[in-house]
């Protein structure tokens, strides 16, 4: 079906922008490029869920981190340094996974364990 006219194409834009809405993967709300053969749909797949999991990790980094800036705040230094072996744990496998680089992780552990240290 072919449009010819303002109105009606834009009418058309509308309905394709509210199928997409409806998938089920947000990727292609944000990026708007619908792949074509089966190995990119493929890729857009795997993208989607490396995607997920690399989140995952960065934010139980950030939470650990969080919860240790707070323990810092409260004097709680034996709290502390209880969770720097989670950190140091999940930090590794973040680098690891290449979900981060390696120096930012090192970075990241060395500021962290400043930070304990300086606790009175």
């Not at 209880?82 to 060395?110: H, V």
């Amino acid at each position: 079906m072919k449009y010819e006219g303002g109105v009606g194409l834009a009418i058309a834009n509308i309905i394709c922008y509210s199928l997409v809405l409806y998938t089920s993967t947000v990727y292609f709300i944000l990026n708007k490029h619908m792949p074509i053969t089966s190995s990119a749909k493929k890729a857009l797949r795997n993208s989607e869920k490396k995607r997920v999991f690399n989140l995952r990790r960065k934010k139980n980094v950030a939470d650990l981190i969080k919860e240790v800036k707070g323990l810092a705040k409260a004097n709680d230094k034996k709290g502390a340094e209880k969770l720097m072996p989670s950190i140091y744990k999940a930090l590794d496998k973040a680098a690891k996974g290449n979900t981060i680089k390696k120096n930012t992780a090192s970075r990241k552990k060395s500021r962290i364990s400043k930070l304990v240290k300086s606790i009175s």
